[in-house]
């Protein structure tokens, strides 16, 4: 099982960047396929970004292609996401979540959660 916790959220101004971390517990961090998801107040979760066990691939939404950057560091069980040219509607909740399954988008198929953190962008 592992165990997610994020950090790194906060205010920033449109045009700021921010970086998040999901720092996991657990010796089989490597092993999962890890991806970042976010939740706007009244909307449903959607997928930001996936990368897979060993950093080698990764995978990005349409609206945070060429702004966001995900990362991992499996030596310290971390991963992270880069934010950058942060813009109004990026603000959300953001969640990082860990799959069993090949690297992907699909909600359903992420079995560990974190509790999320709250980014908010003002205009």
């Known amino acids: 099982q592992v165990q997610l916790v994020e950090s790194g959220g906060g205010l920033v101004q449109a045009g700021g960047s921010l970086r998040l971390s999901c720092a996991a517990s657990?010796?089989?961090?490597?092993?999962?396929?890890m991806g970042w998801f976010r939740q706007a107040p009244g909307k449903e979760r959607e997928f930001v970004a996936a990368?897979?066990?060993?950093?080698?691939?990764?995978y990005y939404t349409d609206s945070v292609k060429g702004r966001f950057t995900i990362s991992r560091d499996n030596a310290k069980n971390t991963m992270y996401l880069q934010m950058n040219s942060l813009k109004p509607e990026d603000t959300a909740v953001y969640y990082c979540?860990?799959?069993?399954?090949?690297?992907?988008?699909?909600?359903?198929?992420?079995?560990?959660w974190g509790q999320g953190t709250q980014v908010t962008v003002s205009s």
């Open positions: 990368i897979s066990s060993s950093g080698g691939n990764t």
């Open positions: 979540a860990a799959t069993p399954k090949t690297t992907n988008w699909r909600i359903a198929s992420y079995d560990y």
């Open positions: 657990g010796r089989t961090f490597s092993r999962y396929p």
